[in-house]
């Protein structure tokens, strides 16, 4: 009997053994489960944060779209856009954008204005962006460490801005224009202006001011890209006349179609052409103290001076020096001067083509060390001076005031 018992005992301690077994396999299963669910949220949450670009700091971007409706706990909403921003300390007001923070910001969509005002570097990827702004630049650059603007696509900005604010894109910081895209600008005073440094290094560019195309104050150097020009002023000009390690302009490659009231490329200290292929139609083609060619394919109409060295700077002597390259410059009637230099001319190589009353004009010494002259469709290999004009005339940027008298600088400020 007692054995009987026994083995009863052991079969409901043995069952019990596998029910505690079951139950607890049970719990550990549950308990794995939710910790996966937990992880896989945390995944979700990551990848939504990575996308939408929240964190501005690290090598993402900030997507920023004016085109629909929509709401996001990481955005300001307005009425009829909403703007996904890295910081509550940028603003998004309408379809004006504050940018406070640094990082790169995706753009598309429509804008009245874009504001930057920060101590850090920023990058601007426009992918189909429409600026109009009626007051002001449309991209107003406050304050920043350096700014580069990448371009995709098609990209519009207008802008009726005010004196101080000459620019549709406005920077007081260095600007850097890169990209794939295309550009177009229209200003009431200039198109592109940067207070410090502007570097373009690609991109298709349509620029109408009513003043200057293209300024950087210290400097403007371009690399590559594709540019047609409509300016009131000039087409691309560097203007600083205080410190003589500034004020040039440097292109080394690109397309451009100019035509300017004034002269097409201006700097203030000297002007290098190492490439690139232009067509400028202006009363001065190249002005600078120094101007410097030394390749590229290079076609000038112009009512004054084609290339002319005067002297805007005490960098050195004014010269223009000439060292290769396809010069063709077709002068208008008049007293005009296909080459005219306040100092020297030095020709060491490539090929000018001149159509005009006066070929050259100098008021120093003149060498022809190398390259093809051809004059009226002549060649020649004699540099001989006009001796009359030059010196007035590339002084005073050779515009004419309606009555007659000599107007400075084509009367425009310097900036």
């Known amino acids: 009997m007692d054995e009987i018992k026994k083995k009863k005992l052991r079969k409901i301690l043995i069952g019990g053994s596998i029910v505690v077994v079951v139950i607890g396999l049970a719990i550990c299963f549950v308990i794995a489960y939710n910790n996966t669910k937990k992880l896989d949220n945390q995944t ?30 990481n955005s300001t909403t307005n009425t009829s856009e909403s703007t996904s921003l890295s910081s509550s300390t940028n603003k998004s007001d309408s379809k004006n954008l504050n940018i406070t923070t ?22 601007l990827n426009l992918n189909g962006v429409e600026i109009n702004n009626t007051n002001g630049p449309a991209i107003n650059i406050e304050k ?34 890169d990209g794939s895209g295309t550009l177009e600008v229209k200003s009431n005073y200039d198109g592109i202006v940067s207070k410090d440094t502007l570097a373009i290094k690609n991109g298709t560019y349509t620029i109408t001011s009513s003043d200057d195309g293209i300024r950087g104050k ?48 201006q700097a203030i200290t000297k002007a290098t052409i190492g490439g690139g292929t232009f067509n400028i139609t202006g009363a001065e083609g190249i002005e600078a103290t120094y101007v410097k060619i030394d390749d590229g394919t290079i076609n000038i109409s112009a009512t004054d001076d084609g290339i002319n060295a005067s002297k805007k700077s005490n960098i050195s002597t004014t010269t223009v020096e000439i060292n290769g390259g396809n010069i063709t410059i077709k002068m ?58 030059g010196g007035m005339k590339g002084g005073m940027n050779g515009e004419m005031n309606p009555n007659g008298s000599m107007q400075m600088n084509g009367g425009r400020r310097l900036r």
């Open 144 to 177: 920043a460490k350096k700014v580069t603007i990448v371009l995709s696509g098609t990209n519009k900005i207008t802008a009726n801005t005010t004196e101080d604010l000459d620019g549709a894109i406005y920077s007081k910081a260095d600007l850097i224009l």
């Open 44 to 73: 979700n949450t990551v990848a939504t944060n990575n996308a939408s670009n929240t964190d501005t700091n690290t090598s993402t971007s900030t997507y920023i779209s004016n085109s629909s409706t929509s709401t996001n706990t």
């Open 102 to 123: 640094g990082g790169s910001y995706d753009l598309s969509g429509e804008y009245e204005s874009i504001t930057v005002n920060t101590s850090e570097e920023v990058t």
């Open 332 to 389: 208008g009637q008049g007293d005009t001067d296909a080459i005219d230099a306040n100092g020297n001319i030095y020709i060491n190589g490539g090929t000018i083509n001149i159509t005009g009353n006066s070929a050259f004009d100098y008021d120093g010494t003149a060498e022809k060390n190398g390259g093809t002259i051809i004059v009226n469709g002549t060649e020649t290999n004699t540099i001989t001076s006009q001796m009359m004009g």
């Open 218 to 265: 210290d400097s403007v150097e371009i690399s590559n890209g594709s540019f047609t020009i409509n300016a009131g002023g000039d087409g691309i000009k560097a203007s600083n006349d205080e410190d003589n390690t500034l004020g040039y302009v440097t292109i080394t490659g690109g397309i451009f179609n100019i035509t300017a009231k004034s002269d097409g490329i």
